[in-house]
């Protein structure tokens, strides 16, 4: 399991949500870029030196520090649409190779670059919205995506430190509660019958939690 690149956004145009600008146009970076948690969400901050996010009310923020996506699904969407589809396309972070990412249990640990390197949480799924549709000029593509139920992974950053393109990635902690990303993005788009078998993640960011509570009825 490994990094096949590191990518950081270049601010550009989004004629697709009143904030104006975007970040999603992620490329891969030379050398080691370092790792920060960032804060709570609404400064545009996120974990990577060199990034940020301008939808404020929507990205950023601890629990979406760093956003990854695996090579492996990419690959399959080229297949799917057709296309030639670049690291970092689908604004992701981080692009792996040999890690089902969407497999990943909420509160997992990667270990990435050794001893240096960053400690990064599995925090939740990422949710397509207008900026990723127009981006990919896919119509219909919010509705495609989510059948796929090919999210990724926001992390959280829960040690600083560099990563780098070939950092290995070691999984050092792995919950026991079953509760996957692929599971919780089913459960928060198509499927809210799965929501009560969320509240057996703790990491999950609270806004999710509180959807799993009212489904259950509990509070």
Same mark, same amino acid.
């Given at each position: 399991?490994?990094?096949?690149?590191? &990518? %950081? /956004?270049?601010?550009r145009?989004?004629?697709w949500?009143t *904030?104006? *600008?975007? /970040?999603?146009?992620?490329?891969?970076?030379? /050398?080691?870029?370092? %790792?920060? !948690?960032?804060?709570?969400?609404?400064? @545009?901050?996120?974990?990577?030196?060199?990034?940020? %996010?301008?939808?404020?009310?929507?990205? /950023?923020?601890?629990?979406?520090?760093?956003?990854?996506?695996? $090579? =492996?699904?990419?690959?399959?969407?080229? $297949?799917?649409?057709?296309?030639?589809l670049? &690291?970092?396309?689908?604004g =992701? &972070?981080l *692009?792996?190779?040999?890690?089902?990412?969407n497999?990943?249990l909420?509160?997992?640990?990667?270990?990435?670059?050794?001893? @240096? +390197?960053?400690?990064?949480?599995?925090?939740?799924?990422?949710?397509?919205?207008?900026?990723?549709?127009?981006?990919?000029?896919?119509? +219909?593509?919010?509705?495609?995506?989510? $059948?796929?139920?090919?999210?990724? !992974?926001?992390?959280?950053?829960?040690?600083? +430190?560099?990563?780098?393109a @070939?950092?290995?990635?070691?999984?050092?902690?792995?919950?026991?509660h079953?509760?996957?990303?692929?599971? *919780?993005?089913?459960? %928060?788009?198509?499927?809210p019958?799965?929501?009560?078998?969320?509240?057996?993640?703790?990491?999950?960011?609270?806004?999710? $939690?509180a959807?799993?509570?009212?489904?259950?009825g509990?509070?």
């Amino acid at each position: 399991m490994k990094l096949l690149s590191v &990518n %950081v /956004g270049r601010p550009r145009p989004n004629p697709w949500k009143t *904030t104006g *600008t975007t /970040g999603i146009d992620k490329h891969p970076v030379p /050398g080691p870029v370092a %790792v920060t !948690a960032p804060g709570p969400k609404g400064t @545009g901050a996120v974990g990577l030196a060199g990034d940020r %996010v301008y939808d404020l009310a929507h990205h /950023g923020g601890s629990d979406q520090a760093v956003y990854a996506y695996a $090579r =492996e699904d990419l690959d399959s969407w080229e $297949r799917r649409l057709g296309l030639s589809l670049r &690291n970092g396309v689908f604004g =992701e &972070n981080l *692009t792996t190779s040999g890690l089902d990412v969407n497999e990943a249990l909420i509160g997992e640990r990667w270990r990435i670059g050794g001893p @240096g +390197g960053a400690v990064l949480e599995v925090s939740c799924p990422r949710i397509p919205c207008a900026t990723f549709q127009g981006w990919l000029e896919q119509g +219909g593509w919010i509705r495609t995506f989510t $059948r796929a139920a090919l999210p990724g !992974a926001y992390l959280r950053v829960a040690k600083d +430190g560099e990563v780098r393109a @070939g950092d290995p990635v070691e999984v050092v902690h792995r919950p026991d509660h079953g509760v996957t990303v692929a599971l *919780t993005f089913r459960a %928060v788009t198509l499927e809210p019958a799965l929501l009560p078998r969320l509240l057996a993640a703790d990491a999950l960011p609270e806004d999710v $939690r509180a959807a799993a509570r009212r489904r259950t009825g509990a509070h």
